[in-house]
């Protein structure tokens, strides 16, 4: 699997980004999905992640409510869409999939990762 993210940019506090996830191949409905993010000198962390039929999904504690993480299995393409965004989100975000039914918390544990996309937001 190659996954490509791509909808990051530069917003205001307050603001939104939609971030997207496309991937290659006809087996993206095996893989659960997450959105991790690494800012400079910290470690990825684990934002989001739903579940391969996409019933299920898991936030990090600091964007629950904020964000929500949707997949669509037909277009072979994960979401994360990004509301209320406060400086301390500004990252690179990272997409991923794992060969699993539920996602997993750690990078580690994640089989194919997309190439990050820039996520900058100001005060």
């Known amino acids: 699997v190659q996954l490509q993210a791509s909808g990051g940019g530069l917003v205001q506090a307050g603001g939104y980004l939609r971030l997207s996830c496309a991937a290659s191949?006809?087996?993206?409905?095996?893989?659960?999905m997450g959105w991790f993010r690494q800012a400079p000198g910290k470690e990825r962390d684990f934002v989001a992640g739903?579940?391969?039929?996409?019933?299920?999904?898991y936030y990090a504690d600091s964007v629950k409510g904020r964000f929500t993480i949707s997949r669509d299995n037909a277009k072979n393409t994960v979401y994360l869409q990004m509301n209320s965004l406060k400086p301390e989100d500004t990252a690179v975000y990272y997409c991923?999939?794992?060969?699993?039914?539920?996602?997993?918390?750690?990078?580690?544990?994640?089989?194919?990762w997309g190439q990050g996309t820039q996520v900058t937001v100001s005060s």
């Open positions: 739903i579940s391969r039929p996409g019933g299920s999904t």
């Open positions: 991923a999939a794992d060969l699993a039914l539920f996602p997993n918390r750690y990078p580690s544990e994640y089989d194919y």
């Open positions: 191949g006809r087996t993206f409905s095996s893989y659960a």
